[in-house]
């Protein structure tokens, strides 16, 4: 059996409160950044145009138009989106997007965001706002759920003030 010093016993308990204190906080703050706000999503593809670039690469360019709805949250709004897939030649592909929309008062955002290859979700921010979506940095994540290759629905959660 080792026996620790008084100064060794202290050094060890100082050492433990602080990784205690660290994982509490750490336990607070991953609490504190939970999703506040969450929906559900629309986009039909109104068109796409895909080139062949060779060699395995492809782009496709896209316009949809959509909506968002939410019972917890000020986004109840229609507009429009645009953005790109990027195949490359490993077959991965990589998706970002743009879209603009506005609540039946008037009041409109914009958001971006995109996916990364093999990822179940991507990320969206908010870009700028008018009205209720003034002044806002919300957040969050997306996820399809249904995808036709015409109409996709999905949902949504994030931060938001």
């Excluded at 949250?73 to 790109?84: L, P, Q, V």
């Excluded at 970002?96 to 009041?107: E, I, L, S």
């Excluded at 908010?126 to 015409?150: H, M």
Aim: glycine content about 16%; aromatic content about 10%.
């Amino acid at each position: 059996m080792t026996t620790l010093s008084w100064e060794d016993l202290m050094k060890t308990t100082k050492m433990l409160n602080i990784w205690i204190f660290v994982g509490i906080s750490g336990f607070a703050c991953g609490s504190a950044l939970a999703d506040n706000c969450s929906g559900r999503w629309s986009n039909v593809t109104q068109s796409s145009e895909t080139i062949d670039l060779g060699n395995g690469h492809t782009l496709t360019t896209f316009f949809a138009r959509g909506s968002v709805t939410s019972e917890n949250y000020t986004y109840n709004a229609i507009g429009a989106c645009g953005g790109y897939v990027l195949t490359t030649p490993d077959g991965k592909s990589r998706v970002a997007y743009a879209c603009a929309r506005k609540n039946k008062d008037g009041d409109s955002y914009s958001d971006a965001g995109g996916i990364a290859p093999g990822a179940d979700r991507g990320t969206w921010s908010q870009t700028g706002g008018t009205g209720v979506f003034a002044g806002k940095n919300n957040s969050g994540w997306w996820q399809p759920a249904v995808d036709d290759g015409k109409a996709t629905m999905g949902i949504w959660g994030g931060n938001c003030h």
